[in-house]
T-cell receptor, first 115, second 113 residues
Framework: DADVTQTPRNRITKTGKRIMLECSQT?????MYWYRQDPGLGLRLIYY???????NKGEISDGYSVSRQAQAKFSLSLESAIPNQTALYFC??????????????FGPGTRLTVL | DQQVKQNSPSLSVQEGRISILNCDYT??????FLWYKKYPAEGPTFLIS?????DKNEDGRFTVFLNKSAKHLSLHIVPSQPGDSAVYFC????????????FGQGTELSVKP
């Protein structure tokens, strides 16, 4: 079984709709992240959470919100989707106790298309 | 402003030869660097890392070199194999900012038989 799962894997929606992407992990990590990947831009951080009560904006948080429902669950919402939010979205986790590397473990991604 | 840059979007190499992927950064506060590998329809997976106090780290066929004065790192894959064909992301970690990483744009490596 995958350690980091994302649902849905693919989603097509229309402009103005509210969308929620969900992420669950079984790694027992405290830290969770949401990224988006766009061609030529790499992975950009949207939001991150270091524990259930800690939520932080990343470099591109406008138009997004998040909820950390439990240690294992971190969801990303687009309150009113727009076409330039069409992208591949990744959730990741890391363990504070990993030492200096803070290796992040990624889910398989959600491909979101906003028409 | 892109703090981590991978200026080559793609690289094609013959099987058995060396692949060299490059990454430049601008922030001297990065304290270690990581390389991730991504296959289509999968999430990125960690490949190798290097601390800013080192200049080389080796793991099997993969070696990362760091040149702090030039703010440049490179990933060497020797010998390259067709299964190495993937997108490679360079990432940098901020000193004392928890697990936050800054990623480069990625380089798509194609290893031809």
């Amino acid at each position: 079984d995958a350690d980091v799962t994302q649902t849905p894997r693919n989603r097509i929606t229309k402009t103005g709709k509210r969308i929620m992407l969900e992420c669950s992990q079984t790694k027992g990590h405290d830290r969770m992240y949401w990224y988006r990947q766009d061609p030529g831009l790499g992975l950009r951080l949207i939001y991150y959470s270091f524990d259930v009560k800690d939520i932080n904006k990343g470099e591109i948080s406008d138009g997004y919100s998040v909820s950390r429902q439990a240690q294992a669950k971190f969801s990303l919402s687009l309150e009113s989707a727009i076409p330039n939010q069409t992208a591949l979205y990744f959730c990741a986790t890391s363990d504070e106790g990993q030492g200096s590397t803070d290796t992040q473990y990624f889910g398989p991604g959600t491909r979101l298309t906003v028409l | 402003d892109q703090q981590v840059k991978q200026n080559s979007p793609s690289l094609s190499v013959q099987e058995g030869r060396i692949s060299i992927l490059n990454c430049d950064y601008t922030n001297s506060m990065f304290d270690y660097f990581l390389w991730y590998k991504k296959y289509p329809a999968e999430g990125p997976t960690f490949l190798i890392s290097i601390s800013s106090i080192k200049d080389k780290n080796e793991d099997g066929r993969f070696t990362v070199f760091l040149n702090k004065s030039a703010k440049h790192l490179s990933l060497h894959i020797v010998p390259s194999q067709p299964g190495d064909s993937a997108v490679y992301f360079c990432a940098a970690h901020y000193y004392n900012q928890g697990g936050k990483l800054i990623f480069g744009q990625g380089t798509e490596l194609s290893v031809k038989p």
